[in-house]
């Protein structure tokens, strides 16, 4: 994540590359995008140590997790991969995939206060209004969850994003999210 943001921010900066430098970038971001596709939840989940006196937890809904930031983080850089080409990348199948891993981590309660990054993607990320519902449940949930003033901010955001596009415009969240008068942590 942390990389994908300084390749967007090297995108935004008012310097002139020449075509060599994109080229290296776009093959910089796309080796980042194979990496991240080849991040094995399950193998993180399980190797994961062990400390303290409580029995751990099995690794299913720690791969969930996971999961969840893998696919965040796929559409994340794939939208900078499009801002580097110039093409839009159509990621319905991501967001659904988001969206449904997402609703698979209601009902852990403790893995669920770890999700908010990932809610806000596929928040940023989703154009039909029954996704944009399901964002709004995990958003109300998370809340309920927390008490985190952070969702609040998040779903400003959000909502800020939905009501300034129509749905047929690409997705530059990535580089409007930054605008917005002041930073935010939200992960």
Sequence with gaps: IRYLSARRDTIASSECHDDSTWSYFIQDTMSM?????????SVWASSLPYLGTVPPRGTSSLCTLAQSYKIGA???????????????????????????????LQND???????LWPIIIAGL??????????VRTYMESFWEHTKCVNVINASKI????????DGTEPSHWIFSIGHLGRDWLLI
């Design 158 to 165: 959000i909502e800020d994003r939905w009501q300034r596009c």
């Design 109 to 115: 309660e403790t893995l669920y206060k770890c999700i």
């Design 33 to 41: 995008i194979d990496f991240i596709q080849q991040f094995d939840c």
């Design 125 to 134: 990320e989703c154009q039909r209004q029954e996704q944009r519902e399901s």
């Design 74 to 104: 796929l559409i994340y850089g794939k939208r900078v991969l499009g801002a580097l080409t110039k093409e839009y990348l159509p990621l319905e199948d991501l967001v659904q995939e988001l969206l449904a891993t997402i609703e698979s």
